[in-house]
């Protein structure tokens, strides 16, 4: 990438390319946006942001414009939002949502509209907002049972939404629950069987969710399957390394790609779970060790990962991943210091 950046947010767009926004190098926080040409195997840099934020959520909308929303800057919790328009490539303005929050989801829902959940203010959220794209308006709706943040949000095959663990004020959650767009109201669902934060959760091709790893009082390497039919929890093979602030990518063959993140050390390791067995598989390394990175799955189906941090060393370098030889390709430097931020091509 042109930019070092950690926490940052990375969006497939309907085009093919990757919208790579935000986020922060050090202590500076970034409005700069860039992106990533699959057939090119390049960067370049398109309008920034109207804010400087991280720990924002961005979402692809149905008609094609990218929402962000919330996050923080060096100076307080946000509540702005603002949307990207490829065939512009600039950012507007949009109405703001009813609460500054960061650390939250946004899920886009059946209906079109997307979904923010929880997040942090001056305390942890239980409230969620409704972003409408056709009138540009927030509406309030349901709150969740419990106020949470680094949580995560799981788009069912039944239209509803699955909301898994997070921390508010250091106390780690169990507890699921799930929001029903028809209704507007949160029910609470079978609590995982570990409290975790900073995990993932991916929806598998057989309509269950897979969430792994993550941290409490520790780190965790423990896998558990959440079956929306019977709305129960059950473990399943646990990882080779512990982790949390990784990433976790649904590949066409079904397998879950699980790169990265740290426990006491950063990692570069990635393992595959295969869900007709249960059982996590260690794949290639990456090149370079990193945690709080995004991975994106690109029209090509190589897994595209960017950025992130490396004990306190911001990254711009970017690596695929091929799930046909199980390898990772990449170039430039994993040490980049603010005056060496520059352009950064991958191979294809």
């Not at 202590?27 to 700069?32: A, C, D, G, P």
């Not at 995982?192 to 309509?207: I, W």
């Not at 990962?305 to 430097?333: H, P, R």
């Amino acid at each position: 990438m042109r930019h070092p950046r950690t926490q940052h947010t990375a969006t497939l767009l309907t085009n093919g390319k990757v919208l790579v926004t935000g986020g922060r190098y050090g202590s500076v926080i970034s409005n700069s946006s860039e992106l990533y040409d699959p057939s090119a195997g390049t960067w370049t840099t398109t309008g920034s942001m109207n804010s400087k934020r991280v720990e924002h959520t961005a979402s692809l909308l149905t008609n094609g414009k990218v929402l962000v929303t919330g996050g923080r800057n060096s100076y307080e919790i946000l509540g702005s939002a603002e949307l990207y328009d490829l065939s512009t490539g600039t950012w507007t303005t949009t109405v703001s949502m009813n609460s500054k929050r960061a650390e939250h989801t946004a899920s886009l829902l059946t209906n079109g509209k997307v979904l923010v959940a929880g997040g942090l203010s001056h305390e942890c959220l239980s409230s969620a907002e409704l972003y409408d794209p056709s009138t540009e308006t927030w509406t309030t709706t349901g709150s969740m049972n419990h106020s949470r943040a680094w949580h995560t949000a799981s788009m069912l095959k039944n239209g509803k939404v699955l909301v898994t663990g997070g921390d508010c004020m250091n106390i780690f959650l169990s507890s699921a629950e799930l929001y029903d767009s028809s209704t507007g109201t949160w029910t609470t669902t079978g609590s995982m069987n570990s409290k975790r934060v900073k995990h993932t959760a991916s929806l598998l091709t057989n309509g269950k969710v897979l969430v792994a790893g993550g941290r409490n009082h520790e780190y965790l390497s423990s896998a558990e399957l959440y079956d929306p039919s019977t709305e129960t929890w059950t473990t399943t093979g646990s990882m080779n390394h512990s982790r949390a602030w990784h990433t976790a990518s649904i590949l066409k063959n079904g397998k879950v790609l699980v790169a990265g993140g740290r426990n006491h050390k950063y990692l570069s390791s990635a393992e595959l779970y295969d869900p007709s067995t249960e059982t996590w598989t260690t794949t290639g390394r990456m090149n370079h060790s990193r945690a709080w990175h995004t991975a994106s799955i690109l029209k090509n189906e190589k897994v595209l990962v960017t950025g992130g941090d490396c004990m306190n060393i911001f990254l711009s370098s970017a690596e695929l991943y091929d799930s046909s030889t199980g390898t990772w390709i990449t170039k430039g430097s994993n040490e980049e210091s603010a005056s060496e931020a520059h352009s950064i091509p991958i191979n294809k």
